[in-house]
Structures are given as C-alpha cells and as structure tokens.
C-alpha cells in the first residue's frame, strides 16, 4: 500500500523553528511533483509549499513566503519541509502530497495524501 508519511510536527512559540519531513513507504516518488498543505481548525486546506519532481522549481504560498522552505532529498526519498518566524496563525495539521502532474496549488491535483502532522505555535 502506498503512503506518505509526514514526521516533525510540534509545540513552537512564536518566532520558533520546526522541520517537517515526509518521506513516503512502499514505492519511489523521485517522478513526482510534492506539495505540502495544512489545515486550520474551522478553515479551508491551503497551499503551502510545493517542489518539482526535479527539485528545480519551488513555489509557496503568499502567507509563507520568506519563512518556509521546501525541499527534496533524492537519495533519502524525501521532502523537508524548514519552517522559520513561526506565528500563532501557522497552527495546523499539515500534510504532505504527491502529485503524478506539475505542482499546482489545488489540492485535487495530488493523488497521494499523508496522514498529517500537528504543528501548534503557541503565544
């Protein structure tokens, strides 16, 4: 069975550090665009983060920008995910994904999912 399993989430305060991992269990992702998405109790799933098959491109969304930082280790078969100057609002499962296509920022374009990881940032 194919999954992604996300690793790194935690307590923070703000201003803090923390490094998400996915790294996914029963085949190879090297071919994939991956994406990272997270959602907030009582909102919708957002964009994050999102890095080519090739690791070339990377792309993020506006509320991360300057903060996060994705990227793709391809002899370990996996994506980090480096989150900087953590805020309250950061507070979310996030969730990793892959996608057979380009990154896109919707969610439907990825076919495979974690579970998900919690990050709290706490005041």
């Known amino acids: 069975q194919v999954q992604l399993v996300e690793s790194g989430g935690g307590v923070v305060q703000t201003g803090g550090s923390l490094r998400l991992s996915c790294a996914p269990s029963?085949?190879?992702?090297?071919?994939?665009?991956m994406g990272w998405f997270r959602r907030a109790p009582g909102k919708e799933r957002e964009f994050v983060a999102g890095i080519s098959w090739s690791g070339g491109r990377t792309y993020y969304g506006d509320s991360v920008k300057g903060r996060f930082t994705i990227s793709r280790d391809s002899g370990e078969n996996t994506v980090h995910l480096q989150m900087d100057n953590l805020k309250v609002e950061d507070t979310a499962v996030y969730y990793c994904?892959?996608?057979?296509?380009?990154?896109?920022?919707?969610?439907?374009?990825?076919?495979?999912w974690g579970r998900g990881t919690q990050v709290t940032v706490s005041s």
């Open positions: 029963g085949r190879t992702f090297s071919g994939y665009s």
């Open positions: 994904a892959a996608s057979e296509s380009i990154v896109r920022t919707t969610a439907r374009a990825y076919e495979y």
